[in-house]
Nanobody, 118 residues
Framework: QVQLVESGGGSVQPGGSLRLYCTAS????????VAWYRQPPGKQRELVAS???????NYVDSVKGRFTISRDNAKSTVYLQMNSLRPEDTAVYYC????????????WGQGTQVTVSS
């Protein structure tokens, strides 16, 4: 069973930055597409960014130019650098493996809360 642990969330003012961390319990993590998702209060979970094994990345339009996803396969860790944060970025952020179908795997962790408020 793959265990994913997210960390690095917190409370920041608009325009601030945070770096999120996603660490996996298994090296299998390193051979897969990994994505960050977020679930704002009262809304459905959405895909934010993904990264392939070789480093190819994709972002939802709302975070392009502000967020950067990266990975360290040797450490089984994926990062999400978030800059120029906005109140609408407030959400619980999760990481997960992405299946070949494009759907997330069933390895949801506890997530990490990000709150952007003045």
């Amino acid at each position: 069973q793959v265990q994913l642990v997210e960390s690095g969330g917190g409370s920041v003012q608009p325009g601030g930055s945070l770096r999120l961390y996603c660490t996996a319990s298994t090296p299998l993590f390193s051979n897969n597409v990994v994505a960050w998702y977020r679930q704002p209060p009262g809304k459905q979970r959405e895909l934010v960014a993904s990264i392939q094994f070789g480093g190819i990345t994709n972002y939802v339009d709302s975070v392009k130019g502000r967020f950067t996803i990266s990975r360290d396969n040797a450490k089984s860790t994926v990062y999400l650098q978030m800059n120029s944060l906005r109140p609408e970025d407030t959400a619980v952020y999760y990481c997960n493996l992405v299946l070949a179908s494009g759907a997330p795997a069933n390895y949801w962790g506890q997530g990490t809360q990000v709150t952007v408020s003045s």
